[in-house]
């Protein structure tokens, strides 16, 4: 009873289902010498080669013919000038049931795949598998040689480099050479966070750890040259291919020996040692624990979290490491329990939920980094619609690590108003942690009111020398969509309401201060450059950057609040730049957020935003008079103060507002 599956024919079969456009007349012919001795004697007759004697018995040639041309060709599959005729031999294996042989030559039909000899039964499954051989680049057949034809691929261009492509190249699952025309602003950024490392030392050695089709590695080396040795890594055989032929592209040397650098061998036409890229096939984990970078960038599909230890095993000392998280599902609190499982982190989903998403990353990058007694500044971090990046800079030593693992910290959040607060530093158990909000709302609410969040990280996101430098070298190389956003990041890493923030400060181009070291400015003398290899010097900056952080006790506004979230039913908010004047006025920092376009960074509380919000709100029925504080017809103004006329008939319109507001 048990079944035996039938082999597979020898190609010399299955060559008979795949046909030139003009072979259908050779057909009958193909099986000549097989036919049984009763056959052979007529010589008129003659079986079908792609089906079992048992189905179609010898005929004679013109209802042979009209046969093959009616069952097999007007169903065939045609690919680059061949036919793929369907097939009813035994080729594919069937399960038997209760009808018995009966249903082997009905379901026993099938395709037979051009390129790698796979069989498939429906002919719209093997339209599907063909595209796939075809945008995968397989297009070289097992029996008949067929070469991709020069219109398959596609060369695109962008910031001075062409990259040349497969088709679906924006489909992650359907190519391996993937390229996102969207991530455009994200490869400008990264580019200006190398190329503001590179004004600091030269050379740097910087790596990209996922290749694709090689755009960002060759940026790096067209634009910055002999200031930058550029790595492209990838573990895909077919991406590692792409990357070469573009780097020959751009007219680039490829660097083909990776491991004898005396007699390593150059394919290009360049002659300077600064055209050069080093293209590797290696796991990204392997090829940072080989070897020590001064930049490393990591865009992995999906979350980096399993490259974090790998990337700050072996990076420099002051070195950056960038990376591009697009699991925005889990960071966006739409996944919960991936955030948790990926990150360690509990999140929900908050007005604030962007920034919410790159403090998660950052955090996961600092237990990374303190895992290898290294601490960490945040240089960059941006959250947009497809993906989270986070750029910082790598400071060895316990001491770094220490301070660094101190600021990641839970993060205490009402679900009723969405005012949060970080929890307090130590390790004491508090009897009511509802006393660190600013709201009332566990005194007034019944029930559990807040949620415990993180753990996050909870320092500045943004260093304003390092953000301003950028600015400049977007300015520089032309990175028209990068600029508007580092503007937008200048005004918000100092948190003023300025829309068009000047690229450099003159009281401070000598007093820039980044992780523990002065900055190159352009008016910083060569003395006071840092020395790489000299403890002695490292410390005495150090010591001075420490004074100098003491200086400035103002600390970044964390997270934002969103005007409409807040607003009042029944009245029209002020325009949010008036609205981040008047919030200024009295006293507090306000600034605009890339994170969200009307949201609104400060440090007053919540309790205090709603109430400059209310007060200089009008009503829905008064829309057209000017902006301004709100008087009701019953209100008496003595003094400058407005006080309520009880025996006014609208004074019941001031209580049913106060209701609704509170």
């Known amino acids: 009873d048990t079944f035996h599956y039938p082999r597979l024919l020898p190609a010399k079969s299955r060559e008979q289902t795949i046909l030139h456009l003009a072979d259908l007349e050779k057909l009958a012919d193909l099986r000549e010498g097989e036919l049984s001795t009763a056959e052979s004697q007529n010589t008129d007759l003659h079986p079908c080669p792609l089906c079992p004697e048992e189905k179609f018995k010898a005929c004679y040639s013109h209802k042979l013919h009209r046969h093959l041309q009616n069952l097999h060709w007007k169903v065939s599959v045609e690919f680059e000038g061949y036919r793929m005729c369907i097939c009813h031999l035994s080729c594919r294996p069937v399960k038997p049931n209760l009808v018995g042989d009966q249903t082997l030559s009905k379901m026993g039909a099938h395709y037979h795949c051009i390129i790698c000899s796979a069989t498939i039964v429906r002919r719209t499954d093997m339209i599907g598998h063909i595209n796939r051989h075809v945008n995968k680049g397989e297009t070289e057949s097992r029996f008949i040689t067929v070469r991709a034809p020069k219109s398959s691929y596609k060369v695109v261009k962008e910031s001075a480099t062409d990259v040349q492509v497969l088709p679906n190249y924006s489909t992650p699952q359907k190519t391996d050479s993937y390229f996102n025309p969207k991530m455009k602003l994200n490869r400008q950024l990264i580019f200006c966070a190398l190329a503001v490392l590179a004004g600091e030392r030269k050379p740097i050695e910087c790596l990209d750890a996922f290749g694709a089709t090689g755009i960002m590695g060759l940026q790096w080396a067209k634009h910055l040259r002999n200031s930058v040795k550029v790595t492209i890594n990838d573990c895909n055989e077919n991406s590692v291919t792409m990357i070469k032929e573009n780097c020959h592209l751009n007219k680039m040397k490829v660097k083909l020996n990776t491991r004898e650098e005396d007699n390593d061998e150059t394919v290009g036409n360049g002659e300077e040692n600064s055209d050069t890229i080093e293209v590797t096939k290696m796991d990204a984990n392997v090829v940072m624990h080989l070897r020590s970078f001064d930049f490393i960038h990591l865009d992995p599909f999906?979350?980096?979290?399993?490259?974090?230890?790998?990337?700050?095993?072996?990076?420099?000392?002051?070195?950056?490491?960038?990376?591009?998280?697009?699991?925005?599902?889990?960071?966006?609190?739409?996944?919960?329990?991936?955030?948790?499982?990926?990150?360690?982190?509990?999140?929900?989903?908050?007005?604030?939920?962007?920034?919410?998403?790159?403090?998660?990353?950052?955090a996961a990058v600092t237990r990374a980094a303190t895992r290898c007694n290294k601490g960490i500044e945040v240089l960059l971090a941006v959250a947009l619609e497809h993906f989270v990046l986070v750029v910082v800079r790598v400071l060895r030593g316990p001491t770094p690590a220490d301070d660094s693992a101190k600021k990641v910290r839970y993060l205490i959040h009402c679900q009723w108003c969405e005012e949060r607060v970080f929890q307090k530093e130590g390790n004491m158990m508090e009897e009511n942690p509802y006393q660190q909000l600013p709201c009332d709302c566990h005194g007034s609410m019944p029930g559990k009111t807040a949620v415990l969040l993180g753990p996050l990280w909870s320092g500045a996101l943004f260093n304003t020398g390092f953000l301003r430098r950028?600015?400049?070298?977007?300015?520089q190389y032309g990175l028209d969509e990068a600029q508007p956003l580092l503007k937008t990041l200048v005004c918000e890493a100092e948190c003023t309401t300025l829309k068009h923030p000047s690229t450099h400060s003159p009281g401070d181009e000598n007093k820039q201060e980044e992780c523990g070291v002065y900055i190159r400015t352009p008016n910083t003398s060569a003395e006071s450059y840092l020395v790489h290899g000299k403890r002695k010097s490292e410390e005495v900056l150090r010591g001075a950057a420490k004074r100098q952080r003491a200086e400035h006790s103002a600390e970044h506004p964390p997270f934002y609040y969103n005007i409409h979230r807040h607003s009042i039913k029944g009245m029209n908010m002020p325009k949010l730049n008036k609205f981040l004047y008047y919030l200024s006025e009295d006293g507090y920092r306000v600034s605009r957020t890339h994170f969200d376009p009307m949201g609104v960074r400060t440090n007053a509380p919540l309790a205090q935003f709603k109430t400059v919000l209310m007060k200089y709100s009008t009503p829905t029925y008064v829309g057209a008079q000017a902006e301004g504080p709100v008087h009701f017809p019953g209100e008496i103004q003595v003094g400058g103060e407005c006080y309520e006329n009880p025996s006014s008939p609208s004074s019941g319109c001031r209580i049913w507002l106060e209701q609704q507001h509170l």
Do not use: P, W
């Not at 990376?323 to 990926?342: C, E, F, N, P």
């Not at 950028?470 to 300015?475: H, K």
């Open 302 to 362: 999906g979350t980096s979290v399993n490259y974090l230890d790998s990337a700050f095993r072996n990076v420099r000392n002051l070195g950056i490491v960038s990376l591009t998280s697009t699991d925005i599902s889990s960071l966006y609190a739409k996944a919960q329990h991936v955030a948790l499982r990926h990150y360690g982190c509990n999140i929900v989903r908050t007005e604030y939920y962007k920034e919410l998403a790159a403090r998660t990353v950052i």
């Open 470 to 475: 950028m600015l400049l070298e977007a300015v």
